[in-house]
C-alpha cells in the first residue's frame, strides 16, 4: 500500500517535471498564442500573487539593482537578461529592438513620437539613439506602467531626451501641436494595443501630423497582430510599405515590424 502510494507520488512528480521544465518552455517558445496565454495570463498573475508586486515593478527593481546608473544601454541589456532569464514582458525585445535602432539611426529624426510607451524599455531604445536636440514624445495610458517607466528613463539618464505624457493616444494625436508645437514627425513607433494602430494613423494623417517621407515602424504586427493596419498600408497609394521578419520578444514565434514610409 505504501509502496504503490509512494510509486505514485514519485510517477506524479515525474510527470509534473517533465511538463514544468520541457514540454511547457518548448510549446511557449514557438506557439504564438500559447506564449501569451502562459506569460500574460497565467504568469503575470501568479507571480504577481506570489510576490504581492506587480510585473512593471518587478523590472524596476532588477534595474536598480543591476544597471549602471546613466548608463543607458546597461539598462536595456539588464531588461533583456530580466525578460530572458527570469520573466517575459511585452517590450519591442532585443532582437526586433536591432531593427528599431537601425531604422531610427537612418530616420535620424528631429520629430518623433512613440505610441506605448509600457516600461520604457523602448522609450530609452529610442532616445539613446536621437540627434542632439530631438525630443522623443511618449503616450502612455495606464498611470501605473507610466510611474514604472518615468523612474527607468531617469535611470537612463536620457530625461531630458523624452516627453512622456499620460493619456489615451486618440485624446492625445490631436493636442500634438498645441502642447508641444508639432508641425510633423519624422518618426513615429506603433507599438500600443492592436486594435488602435489603423485609426491612429488615420487620426495622424487627419491632423496632418505626417510629412511626406514621414516613417511610420509598427512592432507586433504578425503576433499578436494587426491585420486591418497591414491591409491599409500595404495597399493605400499613401505608404509605401516593408516588412522585416523577426520574432517575438524573448521567444522563437515569428513576429515582424512593418516600416512604412507616408508618401503625401
Ligand atoms: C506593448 S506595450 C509597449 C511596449 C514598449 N513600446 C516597449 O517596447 O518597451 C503597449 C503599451 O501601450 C499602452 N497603450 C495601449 N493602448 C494605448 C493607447 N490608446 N494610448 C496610450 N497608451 C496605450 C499599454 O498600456 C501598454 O503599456
Ligand atoms: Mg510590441
Redesign the pocket.
Known amino acids: 500500500m505504501l509502496l504503490s502510494f509512494l510509486a505514485l507520488c514519485c510517477g506524479g512528480a515525474a510527470v509534473l517535471y517533465v511538463l514544468y521544465s520541457w514540454l511547457i518552455p518548448a510549446a511557449v517558445q514557438y506557439n504564438a498564442w500559447l506564449a501569451l496565454l502562459w506569460h500574460d495570463a497565467i504568469v503575470e498573475r501568479a507571480l504577481n500573487i506570489l510576490t504581492r508586486s506587480t510585473r512593471p515593478q518587478r523590472l524596476l527593481r532588477a534595474v536598480q539593482k543591476k544597471a549602471i546608473k546613466g548608463d543607458p544601454q546597461s539598462v536595456i541589456s539588464t ?1 533583456d537578461y530580466f525578460c530572458r532569464h527570469s520573466e517575459w ?5 532585443d532582437e526586433k ?1 536591432a531593427i528599431l535602432d537601425s531604422v531610427v539611426c537612418e530616420v535620424s529624426p528631429s520629430t518623433a513620437l ?10 530609452v ?1 529610442i532616445a539613446r539613439l536621437l540627434p542632439p536636440g530631438t525630443k522623443l514624445i ?5 498611470p501605473d ?1 507610466a510611474a514604472v517607466a518615468r523612474q527607468i528613463i531617469e535611470y537612463s539618464g536620457l530625461q531630458d531626451k523624452i516627453c512622456l505624457v499620460e ?6 494625436i490631436p493636442k500634438m501641436q498645441e502642447l508641444f508645437g508639432i508641425k510633423t514627425f519624422d518618426f513615429v ?1 506603433l ?3 492592436k486594435d ?1 494602430y489603423l485609426p ?1 494613423i488615420k487620426l495622424l494623417e487627419e491632423c496632418q501630423l505626417l510629412r511626406k517621407g514621414s516613417i511610420l515602424l509598427a ?2 504586427v504578425i503576433c499578436p497582430g494587426t491585420p486591418d493596419y497591414l491591409e491599409y498600408v500595404r495597399n493605400s497609394p499613401r505608404y509605401e510599405s516593408k516588412y522585416f521578419k523577426s520574432h517575438l ?1 524573448y521567444t522563437k514565434v515569428e513576429d515582424g515590424l512593418e516600416k512604412s514610409v507616408f508618401l503625401g
Request: glycine letters at 16%; charged letters at 25%.
Open positions: 531588461i514582458a511585452m517590450n519591442v525585445g529592438g512613440e505610441l506605448g510607451t509600457y516600461c520604457g524599455y523602448s522609450t531604445r511618449t503616450l502612455e495610458f495606464n506602467y493619456g489615451a493616444s486618440g485624446d492625445l513607433f507599438d500600443h494595443w488602435r491612429d512592432d507586433n520578444e
